[in-house]
């Protein structure tokens, strides 16, 4: 493979990871060292050819491609800034209506405050604001960028719920081990294995009765699996609830599908079952110089094409 | 199924810990203060955003909750002492119905709005980590200070006076 070719396959290759590096930011492959120095390698393999083709190395057809070769260092660049500057990937999940300040970004990002309407259709957004600044949406399926930074939102399990005593009484609902003390809606981060199978596990306080509920999240699927739930719609996720007193002491257990309320351990409870988005911030290329990169990249290539006469361009097809 | 809830019910709870979302309300002083529109106690709609212009005490707590009961009795004398100088106390109860709320005040003597937040979106939004929870809110909107905890008679006015002086 002449020095022309093994350049260009190297700029291809250098290109796609960068791109993947846009498309799949949470891979964890983008932030290590191997990865920065195989990126390091491309561009001294094409600097290198870069300048031995402006020196008049590879004829004028090497002339054009070296701006070809600019524009995939441009991207190259691109790439490996994000992996060594941009921040490593985060999860950041909050209860609805909480703010999770973003120092790396100076910025916060706003966790809207939902009912249980809102949880059950998944529809709530994530906004990020700065001072003096515009609010930025993050809706579900859309990526921002931030600097070296891309944001989107990945929906979670959650249920919004409702309880009340046995008198008919709404209910505060406490958190008993987030600092998200006063929120009814759960976010299932714990699991529970049942049976081999790993399920969303939440626990939630109701002080005003001197209750404790421990709740597993069941998808529609895990739902129509079990056969002896009394729900009459099989095709809905469903929560169960296992009710304890204050000693610890478990009272009662029902499972009850989403929107129904379930009377359970001096409890009428009900879980809107639905999603809730939380937010994930990972290095990404900066998109003005992929897109920068990409097409001085490709007028390179279009123009060293124009400078290969037809026939030329079959001999130089066959080497 | 009997196996599932059996499981169920001697499952100790756990796996990983979720993580703490850190904060509280301290950390809200300068943020612009949200506002919910909700259903008092005698029934009307209210909500912060409506005392704009004054300094308000926000008062987030519930019936049940052994620290706000004994705060309540002073948040009261406070109320009363702090109206001539154009500071508001509101309560936003936490969850409850509308007739325990109700019933509470009317025995305490409570003068001052309750809003009934049954949602507990004001105890989200303002990172309450326990009840009673105090957000100072200043003439412009902006929270002055918020603070986890029951606070004495003093203390309330300490937490007020820096809203008061500033123009």
């Keep these: ?319 | 199924m009997i196996a599932l809830l059996l499981i169920v019910a001697f499952y100790p709870g756990g796996g990983p810990k979720r993580t703490a979302e850190g904060g509280g309300p301290a950390m809200l002083a300068g943020a612009p203060a949200v506002s919910y529109t909700l259903k008092r106690i005698d029934g009307q709609l209210d909500g912060l955003d409506r005392y704009r212009g004054s300094v308000v005490l926000m008062n987030i707590w519930a019936t049940w909750c052994p620290p706000c009961d004994a705060e309540m009795p002073e948040l009261e004398a406070f109320s009363k002492e702090i109206r001539a100088k154009g500071v508001v106390v509101i309560g936003v109860d936490q969850g409850e119905s509308q007739g325990v709320t109700a019933a509470y005040a009317r025995k305490h003597g409570v003068t001052f709005p309750i809003l009934l937040d049954q949602e507990q979106a004001y105890g989200r939004s303002y990172s309450a980590v326990g009840l009673p929870t105090t957000i100072i809110v200043d003439r412009s909107g902006h929270i002055v200070k918020g603070i986890d905890g029951q606070l004495t008679l003093a203390q309330m006015r300490e937490a007020v006076a820096p809203a008061l002086r500033a123009q």
Excluded: C
């Design chain 1, 1 to 319: 493979m002449s020095s022309r070719w093994f350049a260009l396959a190297v700029a291809f290759v250098a290109i796609a990871l960068v791109v993947a590096q846009d498309i799949i930011p949470t891979t964890a492959l983008f932030h290590t060292w191997q990865y920065a120095l195989a990126l390091a390698i491309a561009a001294f393999v094409m600097v290198g050819y870069a300048l031995g083709a402006q020196r008049g190395e590879d004829g004028p057809l090497g002339k054009r491609l070296a701006v070809a070769q600019l524009g995939a260092l441009v991207v190259l660049g691109a790439g490996l800034a994000s992996g060594l500057l941009g921040p490593d990937t985060d999860t950041i999940v909050r209860s609805p209506g909480t703010v999770a300040p973003l120092p790396d970004l100076g910025r916060a990002a706003f966790f809207s405050a939902v009912d249980g309407a809102a949880v059950a259709r998944g529809d709530a957004h994530v906004l990020l604001r700065k001072r003096g600044e515009g609010e930025i949406d993050i809706p579900a399926g859309t990526k921002r960028y931030v600097g070296n930074s891309v944001l989107f939102t990945e929906p979670t399990h959650a249920a919004f719920i409702d309880a009340y005593d046995g008198a008919g009484n709404h209910l505060t609902i406490t958190q008993p081990d987030s600092a998200a003390f006063l929120s009814p809606i759960l976010l299932f981060h714990n699991e529970a294995t049942i049976a081999g199978k790993k399920l969303p596990f939440d626990t939630f306080r109701t002080p005003g009765a001197k209750r404790v509920v421990r709740t597993i999240y069941f998808s529609a699927q895990d739902t129509a699996k079990m056969n002896h739930i009394a729900t009459p719609n099989k095709n809905v996720p469903t929560v169960l609830f296992a009710v304890d007193d204050e000693a610890g002491k478990t009272l009662d257990i029902k499972i009850g599908a989403s929107g129904e309320y379930v009377s359970v351990g001096g409890l009428r409870l009900r879980a809107s079952i639905g999603t809730y988005p939380q937010l994930i911030v990972a290095s990404a290329p900066a998109p003005i110089a992929l897109i920068a990169g990409l097409i001085v990249f490709l007028a390179g290539l279009v123009w060293a094409a124009f400078a290969i006469p037809p026939r030329a361009a079959l001999t130089e097809a066959h080497g």
